[in-house]
């Protein structure tokens, strides 16, 4: 043996040494890659998987699942438990929504009744996700446009109504209008929310004529 | 060796390729594939595309997703001259993402154009309505959903053709009405509550005085009827006293006279009582003589 073969073989082994080495980096990097597709979805979750984009599977149940590994599969967790809750303060005086608007135009915020009074209402929805995949993929801000069809639909309802109805009894009436005539356009936008419950709260006449609608309950107080 | 070096270079080149030729178009995503500017597809389904790699063709993506804005307050006139600030919002999205980016408006830009043409269109059409089919008690005459259909489909036309662009809903977010109109408004509300007030006040003065009369009258019939009644018993009584008094004397007259002269005495004579009185009086007719003698 001369001294360059055992330089050689020296030189082989270790080369061999490093080709293993490699491939078992590049082996458990495969491994490791693959392993990247489990995903768990918890329990108030909803899956959804999308496959280059395109939706594969809309509702994956909550548990252990797996998914190919990015870049083919991507799985957006969707939470359809959750109920939230928007405050619609757009005609109340003194609303967020309503100070904007008065720095906008100087005007007061309320809403016209049928037969032309002037109301103010504030109004708490209830809603949450019942279709993730229209939820993700229909609307780009859905509480957004949430309010915006909410307090669409409080316009339309109350310019139907008189406003001796809407202080006293009509209440409940017009939160079940409310609530069927948002879902109503929330679908036709297929923005996945469902309305679960609509309030109106703090309906009153504006603080302008308040004293005369309170002279009025004296009165018929009076009357007795 | 050589070999492995070999199909290293040549994966790393298949990577590299598929890597800059491979583009996914997501769910709620469309895009247009230019060449050196030039479109050359358009992709409105989510998916896996191929595409000439690298500066060849280059990709232009838009999120195709319903977005809302909402249009600035402004003042405009109905039919009948009633002046009305109305607020609407507009749901858009891109359809046609071809002609989207020939026109070269932007989200920004794009909202501002639409909201102009949903105004213009509002404009137009509420010369043909009323303030009574903005609101109006009667729920079925209310005609904003009409109002708002209309609106929408002039700008949706105008949108489609000039951007590319859906206009999927326009709706009234806010009625409101200028300051002057609302004090009208509240004065009008206010003058109301009180003609209310007064009615309720006068119902309660009117039902009061009725009440007051019906006592007054029910105190008097009470009244009337209590002394017939007291003069029915009293005549009652006197007639039997009357009866009684005839009876005994029937009975005895004597002894009628001599009980009924007891009775004169008692009533007279109280202790330390002075009479001065003729012995031959009537008076002491039973004083004088037992047997009563004249």
């Known amino acids: ?224 | 060796m050589k070999k492995a070096v070999i199909i290293s270079i040549v994966l790393v080149a298949v990577i590299a390729l598929l890597r800059f030729s491979l583009f996914t178009v997501a769910a709620g995503e469309a895009a247009v594939v230019t060449q050196f500017g030039k479109p050359v597809a358009t992709i409105t389904e989510p998916g896996l595309r191929w595409k000439l790699p690298g500066f060849l063709h280059r990709v232009h993506r838009f999120d195709a997703r319903v977005e809302l804005f909402n249009t600035q307050p402004i003042q405009l006139l109905l039919g009948d001259k009633n002046p009305i600030i109305i607020t609407t919002y507009v749901a858009w999205r891109i359809d046609d993402p071809l002609l989207y980016l020939r026109s070269l408006v932007r989200r920004q830009t794009a909202q501002e154009k639409l909201s102009d043409m949903v105004i213009s269109a509002l404009g137009a059409s509420l010369a043909d309505y009323t303030l009574d089919h903005i609101i109006n008690a009667q729920q079925e005459q209310v005609k904003i959903a009409e109002l708002e259909r209309r609106v929408l489909d002039t700008a949706a036309a105008q949108a489609r053709e000039k951007y590319g662009v859906q206009v999927v809903r326009v709706g009234l977010r806010r009625l409101s009405y200028p300051s002057i109109v609302a004090d009208a408004v509240y004065n009008r509300m206010r003058a109301e509550r009180e003609k209310e007030a007064r009615k309720y006040r006068a119902e309660g003065t009117e039902a009061a005085a009725k009440i007051e009369a019906a006592t007054d009258k029910e105190v008097s019939e009470i009244m009337a009827d209590a002394y017939k009644q007291a003069e029915i018993v009293k005549g009652q009584g006197d007639q039997a006293a009357t009866r009684i008094y005839a009876e005994a004397y029937a009975k005895d007259p004597e002894f009628y006279d001599f009980l009924k002269s007891l009775e004169l005495y008692q009533k007279t004579f109280k202790p330390g009582t002075t009479l001065i009185l003729s012995s031959d009086s009537e008076l002491f007719r039973y004083l004088n003589s037992p047997e009563g003698r004249r």
Not at chain 1, 68 to 74: A, E, T
Not at chain 1, 125 to 147: G, V
């Open chain 1, 1 to 224: 043996m001369t001294p360059e073969d055992s330089s050689h073989m020296a030189l082989r082994w270790s080369f061999q040494r490093t080709a293993w080495f490699a491939l078992w980096i590049a082996v458990s990097l495969l491994v490791l890659y693959l392993a990247s597709g489990v995903y768990s979805v918890e329990s108030s979750e909803v899956g959804v998987v999308l496959r280059f984009g395109r939706v594969a599977d809309a509702a994956v149940p909550p548990g252990i699942h797996y998914a190919l590994p990015w870049p083919v599969d991507r799985v957006v967790r969707v939470p359809v438990r959750n109920v939230r809750r928007l405050s619609v303060d757009d005609f109340h005086a003194e609303g967020v929504f309503a100070s904007n608007f008065r720095s906008l135009t100087g005007l007061a915020s309320y809403l016209v009744t049928g037969d032309n009074n002037i109301v103010t209402v504030s109004c708490v929805i209830q809603y949450s996700i019942h279709d993730p995949a229209k939820y993700l993929f229909s609307l780009t801000d859905s509480e957004r446009t949430l309010r915006s069809l909410a307090a669409n639909t409080l316009t339309h309802t109350l310019a139907g109504l008189g406003i001796d109805g809407i202080l006293t009894t009509g209440k409940a009436g017009i939160q079940l209008s409310v609530k069927q005539g948002l879902q109503r356009r929330l679908d036709e936008l297929d923005s996945g929310l469902a309305v679960s419950f609509v309030e109106l709260q703090d309906v009153r006449p504006p603080d302008q004529v308040q004293a005369q609608f309170n002279d009025v309950i004296n009165a018929k107080i009076d009357k007795f």
